[in-house]
């Protein structure tokens, strides 16, 4: 099963498609998608991701633990798998509480 994903930035939409449990950041840079990125444990928060719409898990609690409100729609795209088409885009640090 794979789902499509959109990410919006800069006025742009780019679409990748993610695998069954891929990683929205894997995804991403397979697709040639260039994603801001550091660490890929969640720890960094260069990832960090607004969902705008569909479904996503976090594969580790550090999506829990940085982001406790769901109704944010935040996480990292390095722990987040996609349960649905998804449509995102990306978070400054000036934005985020990280």
Not at 34 to 54: M, Q, S, W
């Amino acid at each position: 099963m794979t789902h499509r994903i959109t990410l919006r930035r800069d006025g742009a939409a780019f679409e990748f498609v993610a695998r069954h449990g891929q990683t929205v950041l894997d995804a991403a840079l397979a697709g040639g998608v260039d994603y801001p990125f550091n660490c890929r444990v969640g720890a960094c928060g260069t990832c960090l991701t607004e969902v705008l719409e569909g479904d996503f898990r976090c594969r580790v609690d550090v999506c829990a633990v940085q982001f406790p409100e769901p109704a944010q729609n935040l996480a990292l795209a390095c722990q987040t798998v996609a349960l649905s088409d998804l449509t995102l885009t990306l978070v400054t640090p000036t934005e985020s509480s990280i």
